[in-house]
């Protein structure tokens, strides 16, 4: 285990000592998430006899509300707590000492359903981050290993990924200045402001493991708490002196002779600048060009028109014609926020989302379970660890191609065609009355194949309207009052919304990047962008990428997890650079090659790599640029500690 550096999270308060009364305590317990509640007990308590085997999981229905818990196991978890914490509160509200680590590998297991945990221990700590912890910080400081060296780092972006980088340049006593070309930090959750924008994997996991938040007032935070969320901590972390807004990277060049990148910026004044830097982090995100449909005359539309992520809240959509085109992620959140407002709604949709019923999706934190986060040590964490599993690790094989299942036209294994069945017959019960939209919102791809939204009836609600038309007719062409479908009807609208996503293949585009013996990034790429654990390329020392090729996930987990990763490597990179008195380092080719191999390999055992529906997780050449086929574990295993053999230094 790494040296733990103790700093504690801005936002987690003292666990405040019970003084509620039974009755209190009983009601609280009423709105308490019921899977996590014995493993934070027993690791409160130290008292294991908690972890009644009838009352563990199923690891086949992890997935499901309360993990499937049927009602009797869900009374005697109520039962049992309730007892324990009657008498945590009589003893004063004191925890025990930390559990052995062979005893909380014991709760994790109770937790998951009875899965091997050995090897996730290290890393589930780290997330735990019990009682506040930092347990990914730096456990080194520059000044120890290099002090005399003048290093400058640019981290381009000052998004969630790259308000995280400055925070460990920070914590190792790095120089680093960000650049962001917009006028705050946030990146996603600044600009996506549209209606009913919000994540889709709960806060309690969807934050940094350091800055913990017990009290989050939703389950999935809306878009103005993120960008709250990471305002506090960019004050927090006390970074903004080192932040400079309205200044857009345009290009970078490598220099071998000085070990510097040339960086050219240019500010919103239209005037340029070139800083240098010793090292790169690029931050851009992946989701942060917004894609438009490359459809005949979409210029020619008369009114206005605008994109999810540039929504324009200068156009009153009330009582006007709106089309929306495109039924992904965004427009899913946006379409039933919008749909009453408007006079009529028409929605184009070329592949139908796979729903995941989601009943607390737009809900509050209840005030009982808040109480439970507040009162009770650890059960938050323990809960951030529930989420990280039945939304990460703990669901991946349902996704994954078994060879000896046949059809796989609509699902890919068996336990693949079980998801399938569960959540088409959520559709069913959506849709009961209405067969004319069912067969239109039905995949028929399988689940796994494009990332799986979430809803709480808000969809059906809102195609179920009748000033709202759900359109599968291909679209032909855009003209000045509207929209040509296949068979050849004009649909006339007074306004244009795009849902049509991002440029996310087109990683670190539009800047241009030059590295070793002058060669361009974008042509080395040729549209199929690769890297080395989506950090390194090679023949570009010193340029780091974060949220870089293949670190995406399908199965709702939460990027701050890769970040995370990421920046743990690049700070292990620098101090082997530090160590070594090397000036530059890249991947070394043949370790990259293979790498992208192995990636490439098992995506296409995935269901998203082997379906060939459209997706924004493959590229123009149609491989998976995307996303990160294998575990979580072994993204974190790969980049606990970079090793110097797979390294070119100059
Ligand atoms: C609507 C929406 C919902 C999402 N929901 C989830 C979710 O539920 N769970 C999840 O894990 N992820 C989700 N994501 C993905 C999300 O992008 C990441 O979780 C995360 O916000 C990425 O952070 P980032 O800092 O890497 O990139 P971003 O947040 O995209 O930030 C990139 C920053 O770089 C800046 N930048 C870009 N190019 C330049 C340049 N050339 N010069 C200077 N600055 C530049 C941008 O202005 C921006 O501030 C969602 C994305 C969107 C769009």
Request: with cysteine.
């Amino acid at each position: 285990m790494t040296d733990t550096v103790l700093t504690p999270s801005p936002f987690v308060g003292a666990v405040e000592p019970i003084t509620a009364t039974d009755d209190e305590i009983r009601a609280a317990l009423e709105d308490a998430e019921l899977p996590p509640l014995l493993p934070a007990l027993a690791y409160l308590t130290g008292d294991l006899s908690l972890l009644r085997d009838e009352l563990r999981p199923d690891p086949l229905l992890l997935a499901m509300p309360q993990g499937g818990l049927t009602e009797e196991q869900r009374a005697e978890i109520r039962a049992l707590a309730f007892d324990t914490l009657r008498r945590f509160r009589d003893g004063g509200s004191r925890p025990a000492p930390v559990p052995s680590d062979e005893d909380i590998l014991r709760i994790m297991e109770f937790a998951v359903g009875g899965a091997d945990m050995r090897d996730y221990l290290p890393l589930l700590e780290e997330e735990l981050a019990a009682r506040g912890e930092d347990r990914r910080a730096p456990a080194w400081r520059k000044a120890d290993v290099a002090p005399d060296l003048d290093f400058r780092v640019l981290i381009v972006g000052a998004g969630m990924s790259g308000l995280l980088a400055a925070h460990r340049l920070q914590q190792v006593g790095i120089d680093f200045t960000v650049v962001d070309k917009d006028d705050d930090v946030g990146g996603t959750w600044l600009e996506n402001t549209y209606p009913g924008c919000r994540v889709d994997n709960p806060n309690h996991n969807y934050s940094y493991s350091f800055a913990q938040r017990h009290d989050w007032p939703l389950h999935y935070s809306t878009q103005e708490v993120l960008l709250d969320y990471f305002r506090r901590c960019a004050d927090a972390f006390d970074v903004r002196p080192h932040i400079r807004f309205g200044t857009e990277v345009v290009s970078a060049t490598w220099d071998d002779d000085e070990g510097l990148w040339h960086v050219l910026v240019r500010r919103k004044d239209g005037t340029e600048e070139t800083v240098t830097a010793h090292a790169v982090i690029s931050a851009v995100g992946q989701l942060n060009r917004p894609s438009y449909p490359d459809i005949e005359g979409r210029d020619s539309f008369a009114g206005p028109s605008f994109h999810s992520a540039r929504w324009d809240h200068a156009v009153d959509l009330a009582g006007k014609r709106v089309a929306v085109i495109g039924t992904g992620a965004s427009a899913v959140q946006f379409i039933p926020e919008i749909a009453p407002k408007v006079g009529e709604l028409l929605v184009f949709q070329r592949t139908p989302p796979w729903m995941g019923p989601t009943e607390d999706y737009h809900a509050e934190v209840a005030p009982g379970l808040r109480w439970l986060y507040t009162h009770v040590p650890s059960y938050s964490e323990w809960n951030r660890f529930w989420i990280f599993w039945r939304m990460g690790d703990g669901v991946l094989d349902g996704v994954r191609v078994d060879e000896e299942y046949e059809p796989k036209g609509e699902a890919v294994s068996m336990m693949n065609a079980f998801a399938r069945m569960m959540l088409v017959g959520y559709l069913q019960e959506q849709f009961a009355d209405r067969p004319d939209l069912l067969e239109k919102v039905v995949p028929t791809y399988p689940v796994g194949a494009k990332r799986m939204l979430r809803d709480n009836g808000v969809w059906a609600g809102a195609l179920k309207r009748d000033n709202v038309q759900l359109l599968t007719t291909p679209i032909t062409r855009i003209t000045s009052k509207g929209i040509v479908t296949e068979d050849g009807v004009e649909h006339e609208v007074d306004v244009f919304v795009y849902g049509t996503g991002f440029h996310a293949s087109k990683f670190l585009t539009p800047m241009q990047i030059t590295g070793q013996g002058g060669i361009d990034l974008h042509e080395h790429w040729n549209g199929d962008a690769r890297a080395y654990l989506g950090v390194s390329v090679p023949g570009f020392p010193n340029l780091f990428c974060l949220y870089g090729p293949n670190t995406n996930i399908v199965i709702n987990g939460s990027i701050v997890y890769f970040s995370e990763c990421g920046v743990r490597y690049i700070v292990g990179l620098l101090k082997l650079l530090f160590e070594g008195h090397h000036r530059g380092l890249s991947v070394r080719k043949d370790v990259h090659d293979e790498f992208n191999e192995a990636v490439d390999a098992e995506n296409k055992r995935m269901a998203w790599g082997w379906s060939d529906v459209n997706s924004w997780y493959k590229n123009e050449k149609g491989r998976v640029a995307q996303n990160w086929p294998f575990t979580l574990l072994e993204y974190w295993r790969r980049t606990l500690e970079p090793d110097p053999d797979d390294f070119d230094f100059v």
